[in-house]
């Protein structure tokens, strides 16, 4: 229930500003007073005010400091998941509030994997625009390990990934598989290899992705490759300066083949000669039961064709 710019936790009970949640589920995010509060735009004091008040509405202490640093308590655990529900469904009614001035209809989420999704995007949106103009569809890209738990938290309606994770209990539309490269400078002296295998990166500066951006990347390197190669190696973080030291002669990496629709100009990308390299497609996943919320059923069967449509035409 809202009132006055506060959310109403429970029928009876405390209420607490919907601000405070946001800023308390920055912080849980980081467990960093200091980052939280520069993310949120806000004095340190400010947001442990903001916190203590809370705690204190709530009854019960939601972080506690230890010797690693802040900790969720067990209630703060608890409290995360519901309090981005609790975000998420403000933001939903403004929105529709919103829309309705603008006479739209509703309102479709997608969560996107940046370059993987590529190749759909524009055609997810001018199919959108031809057959349901009164529908607006609102794009994010966000990092890979968090595409799940934004659908899973209902902060997007539709994500389009890599892999179907079983344990989200979500429907699917693969739009194609893809698989793993080496990507080199074009003047690199593999860029005039057809193939190479990881025996060929020896004496070569492999940038080895980080586990929280490419945990899939980061699994099959720590598997295949020879303590040897890697001792070379530079951690990355984020794709753009990845992609900016192999072009610019620094490095080269295994990366997803989807990354060529993004860097294919600039970069050589080679298939990787290596005995069970793993595949995976690139898919649009919704929740299977997103059916129970508004507008979902009727707006996700409109994804589903238009996903259909897209997988047909990338077939072709």
């Not at 509030?97 to 993987?116: F, N, P, Q, T, W």
Request: aromatic share 8%; with cysteine.
């Amino acid at each position: 229930m809202c009132d006055n710019g506060r959310i109403v936790l429970r029928q009876g009970g405390p209420d607490v500003r919907i601000r405070y949640i946001r800023e308390f589920l920055e912080l849980a995010s980081t467990l960093n007073y200091t980052e939280a509060a520069k993310r949120l735009h806000i004095t340190q004091p400010a947001l442990s005010k903001h916190i203590d008040a809370m705690e204190k509405i709530l009854g019960t202490r939601l972080l506690v400091r230890a010797s690693s640093g802040m900790e969720l308590t067990d209630a703060g655990k608890a409290f995360v998941d519901d309090a981005r529900r609790i975000a998420n469904d403000y933001a939903l009614a403004l929105d529709k509030i919103e829309l309705r001035k603008r006479g739209l209809a509703s309102v479709i989420r997608i969560g996107y994997l940046r370059d993987a999704a590529r190749r759909v995007l524009l055609p997810l949106h001018a199919w959108f625009k031809k057959y349901h103009p009164d529908i607006e569809l609102r794009f994010l890209s966000v990092e890979y390990t968090r595409l799940a738990d934004d659908l899973r938290t209902r902060e997007a309606d539709v994500i389009i990934t890599m892999d179907d994770d079983p344990a989200l209990r979500a429907e699917s539309v693969p739009f194609y598989d893809d698989t793993f490269a080496v990507a080199v400078a074009p003047w690199h002296r593999l860029a005039q290899y057809e193939s190479v295998k990881l025996a060929d990166l020896m004496g070569e500066r492999l940038l080895v992705p980080s586990s929280h951006v490419w945990p899939n990347i980061r699994s099959f390197l720590d598997s295949r490759c020879s303590a040897e190669l890697l001792a070379n190696s530079r951690r990355m973080s984020d794709v753009d300066t990845l992609f900016f030291l192999i072009e610019s002669g620094q490095g080269i990496a295994v990366v997803a083949s989807h990354n060529r629709y993004v860097y294919g100009d600039k970069v050589k990308f080679l298939p990787l000669d290596e005995p069970d390299v793993p595949t995976f497609p690139v898919s649009a996943l919704w929740l299977k039961d997103s059916s129970e919320y508004g507008d979902s059923a009727r707006n996700l069967e409109l994804v589903r064709r238009a996903c259909e449509r897209i997988r047909r035409d990338l077939g072709e």
